[in-house]
């Protein structure tokens, strides 16, 4: 498979993986904030291109492999995640594969999220951790290679005429919101699942699918 020059794999100062991408050739960036990689990266096999932060986390007596790029953003007024995000775009990538966003501080998760929800129209984000992959649904989209996966549709805002099909418990102009009726551990009964919105933003996570899958 060929590189995709515009696909970046993005490490945080989340939970470890407990297993790393292998396609790495896909990817025309490596990056993990420092936290990320002072936490846990440095013990895998994968060198960054960039670790990218306030260095608030950086290790001194850690070796840096010498390929790899120190990129030191002190603004206070985003986070590691966000500040890694835009550096990234600048250098052109659209697309991100993000490891270590959820687990340990629940507070980092959802301010995680908090930039997800403001970059996904301009970008293409896939989190994946120990547990599940997640991201934001385009108002429409197809998910592929899914059978028998357990699939959740949680709406971060109220998300209107929504219609998903390829699950056990399918939704037809729907209208869900976090105080009222949501998709939880539905189930995906054929190989691909279609979402269609008109208006929301959808947080989409899928049960035991990971970036080798």
Same mark, same amino acid.
């Given at each position: 498979?060929?590189?995709?020059?515009?696909?970046?794999?993005?490490?945080?100062?989340?939970?470890?993986?407990?297993?790393?991408?292998?396609?790495?050739?896909?990817?025309?960036?490596?990056?993990?904030?420092?936290?990320?990689?002072?936490?846990?990266?440095?013990?895998?096999? @994968?060198?960054?291109?960039? $670790?990218?932060?306030?260095?608030? #986390?950086?290790?001194?007596?850690? &070796? %840096?492999?010498?390929?790899?790029?120190?990129?030191?953003?002190?603004?206070?007024?985003?986070?590691?995640?966000?500040?890694?995000?835009?550096?990234?775009?600048?250098?052109?990538?659209?697309?991100?594969?993000?490891?270590?966003?959820?687990?340990?501080?629940?507070?980092?998760?959802?301010?995680?999220?908090?930039?997800?929800?403001?970059?996904?129209?301009?970008?293409?984000?896939?989190?994946?951790?120990?547990?599940?992959?997640?991201?934001?649904?385009?108002?429409?989209?197809?998910?592929?290679? @899914?059978?028998?996966?357990? $699939?959740?549709?949680?709406?971060? #805002?109220?998300?209107?005429?929504? &219609? %998903?099909?390829?699950?056990?418990?399918?939704?037809?102009?729907?209208?869900?919101?976090?105080?009222?009726?949501?998709?939880?551990?539905?189930?995906?009964?054929?190989?691909?699942?279609?979402?269609?919105?008109?208006?929301?933003?959808?947080?989409?996570?899928?049960?035991?699918?990971?970036?080798?899958?």
């Amino acid at each position: 498979m060929t590189m995709q020059s515009n696909k970046a794999l993005l490490f945080v100062n989340g939970e470890p993986p407990e297993r790393y991408p292998s396609n790495l050739e896909n990817y025309s960036f490596i990056a993990a904030t420092d936290g990320a990689y002072h936490n846990y990266l440095y013990t895998s096999p @994968i060198i960054p291109n960039y $670790i990218i932060g306030d260095l608030d #986390s950086f290790d001194k007596s850690r &070796t %840096i492999p010498s390929r790899t790029e120190i990129i030191h953003t002190p603004d206070q007024n985003k986070t590691d995640f966000e500040k890694a995000i835009l550096f990234l775009a600048n250098k052109g990538a659209k697309k991100f594969d993000i490891f270590g966003a959820s687990g340990h501080a629940s507070d980092h998760f959802l301010g995680n999220l908090s930039v997800a929800m403001h970059y996904y129209h301009r970008f293409d984000f896939t989190f994946y951790d120990n547990y599940c992959q997640f991201f934001f649904s385009k108002k429409q989209q197809t998910i592929y290679d @899914i059978k028998n996966h357990i $699939i959740s549709f949680i709406p971060m #805002s109220k998300v209107t005429n929504l &219609t %998903i099909t390829g699950v056990k418990y399918p939704l037809s102009n729907a209208t869900i919101t976090l105080r009222g009726f949501i998709s939880l551990r539905n189930k995906a009964i054929k190989n691909y699942v279609e979402i269609s919105f008109k208006n929301g933003h959808l947080l989409v996570f899928v049960e035991n699918k990971s970036i080798q899958d």
